[in-house]
């Protein structure tokens, strides 16, 4: 997607616009927050500003051509650091100092600027976010921070304050299905499907288009689905531990049971097809619409919101799915 400059970039078009605004008007600000959630874009805006700013040509789009956007393009940009971390969950402070503060001081090698771009930027801790902070309020002029976070609010006030904050929104389902379609060759009752699970997030509908991982979880949802209300407990306890094998992918089951059921109470409420995610299982929704009340699916859409929630705070995943999977029986 890089090798076409912005003109690559699916949606975010207030965002492109702010910052070649800043580029032309050379009021570049020394420190960035995007923020959005993971898959949004905001890795790809970044890089391809960084790679901009760099740009032998000085224009508002990078060039791709020259020395510096060929090293940028191959992620061997001297200039161009991204900060990395060992722990999967935190970005302590001597990686700061190491990769960030220690090293502002020394001119960049090639190009105008000097761009740290720190990824998962929330992982900072405390101490972390303090020292980095120094560097934010007198950075030497080449410098350009940019942190990538899908919690702005993980970041701390004095931080924020100093930071230009662009949020990345949803782009909208039309760009996302043509996106899906035209690009990447999916037929369209796929696109349908994923267009709905990837809810405006570009990185998101890629990844379960093309990744054979997403069709198998997407299977194996769609099989507990339909057979719920006929399995017996012994069987819904199998299901769960085989997700329980799959926590990372949690969140993906969860949310093609939301959409689900709101296939379901859609067709219970307005007996058409055409809305629907998952036309092809209309006898299955049928069947359910059937033998549901609204009140019932609504506290199954609940108390799937509600594991989601219970997920993200680490409460016991077994304790969490059974309750789940006995309001959907009871329902």
């Given at each position: 997607m890089?090798?076409k400059g912005f003109?690559g970039?699916?949606g975010?078009?207030e965002?492109?616009l ?5 580029i032309?008007?050379?009021?570049v ?8 959630e993971?898959g949004?874009?905001k890795?790809?805006l970044?890089?391809l500003f960084?790679?901009?700013l760099q740009c032998e040509e000085?224009?508002l ?6 020395d510096?956007c060929k090293k940028?393009l191959?992620k061997n940009?001297p200039d ?9 969950n935190?970005?302590?402070v001597d990686?700061?100092?190491?990769q960030?503060v ?9 190009g105008?600027?000097?761009i ?5 930027a929330?992982?900072m801790?405390?101490?972390a976010q ?8 007198e950075?030497p ?9 899908n919690?702005?609010e ?6 924020q304050?100093?930071?230009?904050i662009?949020?990345f929104?949803?782009v909208c389902d039309?760009?996302?299905r043509?996106?899906?379609m035209e ?11 994923t267009v709905?699970?990837?809810q405006?997030n ?7 288009a ?11 949802a769609l099989q507990i689905?339909?057979y719920?209300?006929?399995m ?11 997700m329980s ?11 093609l049971?939301?959409?689900?059921y709101?296939d379901?109470?859609?067709?219970k409420a307005t ?5 629907l995610?998952?036309k ?5 929704i049928?069947e ?8 019932g ?15 993200g ?18 329902n």
């Amino acid at each position: 997607m890089q090798e076409k400059g912005f003109d690559g970039v699916i949606g975010h078009e207030e965002i492109i616009l702010h910052l070649q605004n800043a580029i032309a008007t050379d009021k570049v600000s020394h420190s960035y927050i995007f923020g959005g959630e993971a898959g949004s874009g905001k890795k790809l805006l970044a890089s391809l500003f960084a790679m901009t700013l760099q740009c032998e040509e000085q224009g508002l789009d990078p060039c791709l051509k020259c020395d510096s956007c060929k090293k940028a393009l191959s992620k061997n940009h001297p200039d161009i650091i991204n900060v990395i971390h060992e722990k999967p969950n935190t970005i302590s402070v001597d990686e700061i100092r190491s990769q960030v503060v220690n090293d502002v001081g020394i001119k960049p090698y090639s190009g105008k600027y000097k761009i740290y771009i720190i990824s998962e930027a929330e992982k900072m801790n405390p101490q972390a976010q303090n020292a980095l902070l120094k560097t934010i309020e007198e950075p030497p002029e080449y410098v350009i921070i940019i942190l990538l976070t899908n919690n702005v609010e993980g970041m701390l006030p004095t931080i924020q304050s100093r930071c230009v904050i662009l949020n990345f929104k949803a782009v909208c389902d039309n760009l996302v299905r043509e996106y899906l379609m035209e690009r990447l060759h999916i037929p369209d009752y796929q696109a349908d499907v994923t267009v709905s699970f990837a809810q405006g997030n570009i990185g998101k509908a890629e990844k379960a288009a093309t990744s054979e991982e997403f069709s198998a979880i997407s299977e194996n949802a769609l099989q507990i689905l339909k057979y719920v209300h006929d399995m017996e407990l012994y069987e819904l306890v199998d299901a769960i531990r085989s997700m329980s094998n799959e926590k990372q992918n949690v969140n993906d089951y969860l949310d093609l049971f939301l959409l689900w059921y709101r296939d379901v109470l859609l067709f219970k409420a307005t007996r058409e097809i055409d809305n629907l995610v998952f036309k092809s299982e209309i006898n299955y929704i049928k069947e359910q619409a059937m033998v549901s009340s609204y009140e019932g699916l609504e506290k199954i859409i609940k108390a799937i919101e509600k594991a989601k929630v219970r997920l993200g705070a680490n409460v016991n995943f077994d304790l969490t799915m059974e309750l789940l999977f006995l309001t959907i029986r009871e329902n």
